[in-house]
């Protein structure tokens, strides 16, 4: 059975850092791009950032973009997110999906086939 499991979330002052991470089960990653989102109460679903499948290829929001990176490793079926100098309104839960798509459409939300079940990332001030 295909599954998606994030780790790595918790509590964590301002200008503190995280690595999330998102590991795939029952399905290799490998020809898939792969994206984290993120969604704050009462908020819709954001693109944070994706990378294609062969790792040649990032995407980043305006709002992330020199903080975070993320990364994969294809021999073990992992996508990473380390996040850097945190502001309080990077707190969301955040989530790894898996795109149908090889390296197009990254920032596009329903390009994503598959979710995994979130992790809480949560910056105080």
């Known amino acids: 059975q295909e599954r998606l499991r994030e780790s790595g979330g918790g509590l964590v002052q301002a200008g503190g850092s995280l690595r999330l991470s998102c590991a795939a089960s029952?399905?290799?990653?490998?020809?898939?791009?792969m994206g984290w989102f993120r969604q704050a109460p009462g908020k819709e679903r954001e693109f944070v950032a994706a990378i294609t499948a062969n790792g040649g290829h990032t995407v980043y929001a305006d709002s992330v973009k020199v903080r975070f990176t993320i990364s994969r490793d294809n021999a073990k079926n992992t996508v990473f997110l380390q996040m850097y100098s945190l502001k309080p309104e990077d707190t969301a839960v955040y989530y790894c999906?898996?795109?149908?798509?090889?390296?197009?459409?990254?920032?596009?939300?329903?390009?994503?086939?598959?979710w995994g079940q979130g992790t809480q990332v949560t910056v105080s001030s």
């Open positions: 029952g399905r290799t990653l490998s020809s898939n791009a």
């Open positions: 999906a898996v795109s149908r798509y090889y390296s197009t459409a990254l920032n596009d939300l329903n390009a994503y086939e598959s």
